[in-house]
């Protein structure tokens, strides 16, 4: 008797959380488990391996995000990709579908922080930061189209570029950046989002600015935080 209780992944993946046709009852399905939207946040900005993965996501256990990966992998959301020589190492990074749902989660997130519980100086990782930039941008505030701002953020560096309609990021060495901010995604984070002074977070070895000053002034201002409700 026991046996016949037992089913198996396959069978467990393809069974319907809810009888609705809606599409949001299906993206329920498809990324609404625990941790799969912030996987799929992580690969936004390109494949990573799965222990990068992780390291993003804080309190993810090792089996918890293989089942979530298989799962959307399955799915037609995540896919695997074997690096060539010299790297030769499977990563995980989403598929071109997989990509569009960065405006689903743009627009999740600019609801959500309107919300009084809203925290700013919680945990977060660099892909996280990196995709609060592209939600909270605010295109009529510059006009610095032109201007390349750098980020190193521990292991991992990107490049941003503010456009008229959207700022632009991509994972990549600011090489020849006109500004370069050196510093944790925390740190950042609080300069941004909770108003700490450039000059502390300098005087406390938190941030290195290195490039445009003016350039990094006007960048703060390009990101306000909503209304809370």
Not at 42 to 64: D, K, T
Request: proline fraction near 6%; aromatic fraction near 6%.
């Amino acid at each position: 008797m026991q046996l016949e209780k037992i089913t198996s992944t396959e069978d467990a993946a393809a069974k319907r959380w809810y009888d609705d046709a809606c599409g949001t009852a299906l993206a329920m399905e498809l990324v609404g488990e625990r941790w799969s939207l912030l996987i799929v946040r992580e690969l936004m900005f390109g494949p990573r391996r799965f222990g990068e993965v992780r390291g993003g996501l804080s309190g993810i256990s090792a089996n918890v995000l293989t089942q979530r990966l298989d799962g959307m992998e399955r799915a037609g959301i995540v896919e695997r990709i074997k690096l060539p020589p010299p790297a030769s190492v499977q990563v995980y990074g989403l598929t071109p579908w997989g990509y569009e749902s960065e405006t689903a989660i743009k627009e999740l997130g600019r609801w959500a922080v309107r919300s009084p519980k809203h925290d700013p100086s919680l945990p977060l990782s660099a892909a996280s930061l990196m995709m609060s930039f592209r939600t909270m941008y605010a295109a009529a505030r510059t006009t610095d189209h032109a201007a390349r701002i750098g980020f190193r953020l521990g292991d991992e560096a990107f490049v941003a570029r503010p456009g008229a309609s959207e700022i632009v990021i991509r994972r990549e060495l600011p090489e020849g950046a006109d500004l370069v901010l050196t510093s944790s995604a925390m740190a950042i984070a609080s300069i941004v989002y909770g108003g700490r002074p450039v000059s502390d977070a300098e005087a406390a070895g938190d941030l290195a600015v290195a490039g445009d000053r003016d350039l990094l002034a006007r960048f703060l201002t390009l990101f306000p935080l909503p209304a809370k409700i």
